[in-house]
């Protein structure tokens, strides 16, 4: 990608390597518009007037997803929710009150809840409790299994169809390298834009800015003007995590092979699709008998209550939303 600036720092020209052209900036937030409706239609991810929840973090892909979003689908079906995980310095109040704001002026409500409101405790404390336990577990994994919980949660609450969120090209591809080096068939096949989600107590995902870049992404938010938070999490190079060399590898030959991300997510796509249609069954997940979410099968409890567990945490506040219902 290169950009080529005018006088007032306004972008004059961008040049995207993988298709060997130059655009305008308006031409480029066309390109990338007119992109995500292609996909969204092709895969025919959304039908309909369906109620849709959006997780938005306050990052830049989250305001993209929330203009994109709004351009395709009614905003009076759309409803978002913003997660403060309680990471000193990280998405605050003040940069959730600001998303909050521009959401507002889209005509889009959004809901601000917090780990500390599901569980009990913030991310930073959590983590705290984990090394203090010396449990080899990263913040990212007690991070990422929480906000898919509580967007579920709320998805479910509002009768949403589906649950959007921000993921670009560049998270699908690392994903998909990940789950091949690991050799997880299953989350591979539940990559495929179509899949079904293994239980009915799981709100369907849709990542409409998966085939976008993330280049693109940042450049669309920076051409737009949103007001993004620009800090990054304190905990993203604490733990030199597969997904962070993958993320490198991937970043080398991207550059000097443009067009590489898209042709294997595209690729991976071709092939998953008949699998899904003919050889993957989605079995119903059994649920977790403390909080009552789906587990894998052969679990005793679902592994968020066994790392709470595992960190001195007997009853996080999520576990009681169930024992009371
Ligand atoms: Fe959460 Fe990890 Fe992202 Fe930080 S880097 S916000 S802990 S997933």
Redesign the pocket.
């Known amino acids: 990608m290169v950009v080529q600036k005018g006088a007032g720092g306004n972008i004059l020209r961008i040049y995207q390597p993988y298709k060997h052209r130059i655009l305008t900036s308006d031409e480029f937030i066309e390109d990338i518009r007119l992109r995500v409706k292609n996909f969204v239609d092709m895969h025919k991810l959304i039908k309909g007037n369906e109620t849709i929840l959006l997780g938005l973090s306050g990052g830049k892909d989250s305001f993209v997803l929330l203009d994109v979003l709004s351009m395709i689908h009614p905003v009076s079906k759309l409803i978002a929710v913003s997660i403060i995980?309680g990471?000193p310095g990280?998405?605050k109040h003040e940069d959730i009150m600001r998303m909050k704001r521009m959401a507002k002026d889209y005509g889009v409500d959004v809901i601000i809840t917090s780990f500390r409101e599901y569980v009990g405790h913030s991310?930073y404390e959590i983590v705290k409790m984990a090394w203090k336990r010396r449990l080899k577990v990263?913040?990212?994994t007690f991070?990422?299994i929480l906000?898919r919980r509580i967007l579920n949660m709320y998805a479910r609450m509002h009768g949403a169809s589906f649950v959007a969120t921000g993921h670009n090209l560049d998270d699908t591809a690392q994903t998909m390298l990940i789950n091949i080096l690991r050799g997880d068939i299953d989350g591979l096949i539940r990559m495929h834009p179509r899949s079904k989600p293994p239980s009915s107590k799981m709100v369907p995902r849709i990542k409409p800015l998966r085939m976008v870049y993330e280049w693109e992404t940042s450049l669309y938010a920076y051409i737009m003007r949103f007001p993004f938070q620009e800090t990054e999490?304190?905990?993203?190079t604490s733990t030199p995590t597969l997904r962070a060399k993958v993320r490198r590898v991937m970043q080398r030959i991207e550059t000097e092979e443009p067009g590489t991300l898209l042709r294997m997510v595209k690729t991976l796509d071709d092939i998953l699709t008949p699998l899904l249609e003919k050889q993957f069954s989605v079995e119903e997940l059994p649920l977790c008998p403390r909080c009552g979410e789906p587990m894998n099968v052969g679990r005793p409890v679902c592994k968020l209550c066994e790392l709470f567990e595992k960190i001195g945490v007997s009853k996080p506040i999520y576990q009681m939303f169930y024992n009371t219902a």
């Open positions: 995980e990471i990280y998405n991310l990263s913040a990212c991070c990422g906000r999490c304190m905990y993203i």
